[in-house]
């Protein structure tokens, strides 16, 4: 009996400790397979890989002889003033007198735009120091209002250089990654491709030398580049570094919020979030690698995946994700579109004639016939007995024989004509 007694109590301590060893064991395996593990583990991959992980990252510190932003907020200051000389209504309408009592603004400005670098946001988590967007847009509606000015005056080589000022806007813009930066930088792209054929160069000649300076400001811009930035530093923004915050303030606020409630911001819910935000972007991102034109079909999937009430902050952010890769085909299409133009009018100054198909272009004026984003077949192209026209099919993907319209990327086609 006693034998029995030593016996039973032995195996009950096997099976007190087991039970703790196993409860350990679970509970260990239970935390490398949290979603607050998880979330660290990827962080560090993307570490590992080369990609930022902080906002500074992509915009660390310049130095001051790089650093055109002191130059900007003079701009800034010296517009405001101008503007101060007009109601609102006659400001708008760009005329000659908005244009001289603009110039002090733009003569600095244009200063600011041999600068490589400018940091005009200082903290980018909720601050709205965007301001300085609304800036860039009036600036590249001056430069449209003078370069028209300079055109009438047959000053051409002026009004290209006002094309090439609004063109380097566009990528100084690029220079402080954000979702809002890149649409407000597809905007004056587009900005400045309307200014330059619609209204300067439609009905108007120039040389072969302006011609060439146009095209090269055209290709300057890596609009992939700069979008694949900027869904980096959108991810460093919301999937890090807010997340970092709310955590912080959570801290902060300490015993002044109810135990309870610096629990829920710190449980497994919350972890949830941030690991299904990182992975959100990370597909995105996967997709902006491989360049323009974009599937848009598999965007729509991708955010549709990720639109999961369970999962806040991915439900609220998927359906902005349409609108920038949305912009950067209409962009590609725009591009293509513009730069064919341009070689046709190369061509025509060194040869004194079109020609009559875009394989003629090739390889001088163009490396290959461009491809249109929204079909997948050659840009579309027409001599005409008086200049040409030159055409994508737009976002309906149907070639309607060079139909112009102003919403292209829902209906009819994007075309620049030529009348000369």
């Known amino acids: 009996m006693k034998r029995l007694v030593v016996a039973l109590t032995v195996l009950g301590f096997v099976l007190f400790f087991g039970f703790i060893a196993l409860m350990v064991f679970l509970a260990d395996r239970a935390r490398e397979n949290s979603p607050a593990v998880q979330v660290q583990r990827e962080i560090e991959r993307l570490k590992q890989k080369g990609e930022p992980i902080r906002w500074r990252d992509l915009v660390p510190p310049v130095p001051k002889h790089l650093d055109g932003t002191p130059l900007y907020r003079q701009a800034f200051a010296q517009l405001e ?172 606020a300490g015993k002044s919020i109810p135990f309870v409630f610096f629990i ?17 972007y990370e597909r995105f991102n996967e997709i902006a690698r491989k360049g323009a034109p974009y599937d848009m079909r598999k965007v729509r999937l991708i955010a549709d995946a990720y639109s999961s009430k369970r999962h806040i902050f991915t439900a609220t952010i998927a359906p902005s994700m349409l609108e920038p890769f949305e912009k950067v085909n209409q962009i590609h299409a725009l591009r293509q579109v513009t730069e064919t133009a341009l070689s046709l009018r190369l061509y025509r100054s060194e040869r004194g004639r079109y020609p009559e198909s875009l394989q003629a272009l090739v390889p001088k004026y163009l490396p290959k016939v461009p491809i249109d984003p929204y079909d997948g077949k050659p840009i579309k192209y027409r001599r005409l007995s008086r200049g040409f026209k030159v055409w994508s099919v737009g976002g309906n993907g149907k070639d309607e024989v060079g139909m112009k319209v102003p919403n292209w990327w829902e209906k009819g086609d994007l075309v620049l004509e030529s009348k000369l």
């Open 81 to 252: 003033k101008a503007k101060s000389k007009f109601p609102q209504s006659v400001w708008e309408t760009y005329n000659s007198q908005v244009l001289q009592a603009a110039q002090p603004a733009l003569k600095t400005f244009r200063k600011a735009l041999n600068f490589p670098h400018t940091r005009l946001v200082e903290k980018p988590i909720f601050t709205g120091e965007f301001k300085h967007l609304l800036y860039f847009r009036d600036f590249s509606r001056l430069l449209v209002a003078e370069a028209k000015q300079q055109k009438q005056n047959g000053r051409m080589d002026k009004a290209i250089e006002n094309y090439r000022d609004i063109m380097k806007l566009c990528r100084r813009i690029g220079d402080e990654p954000f979702k809002i930066a890149f649409l407000v930088q597809c905007a004056i792209f587009t900005i400045a491709q309307r200014l330059l054929w619609e209204d300067l160069l439609s009905d108007t000649d120039a040389s072969t030398k302006l011609y060439q300076v146009a095209l090269n400001e055209l290709r300057a811009w890596d609009f992939e580049r700069d979008f694949l930035r900027a869904l980096q530093a959108e991810r460093c923004i919301m999937g890090i570094e807010y997340f970092d915050w709310q955590r912080e303030e959570v801290k902060k």
């Open 264 to 280: 829920g911001f710190q449980n497994r819910f919350f972890w949830e979030n941030q690991l299904q935000m990182l992975r959100f």
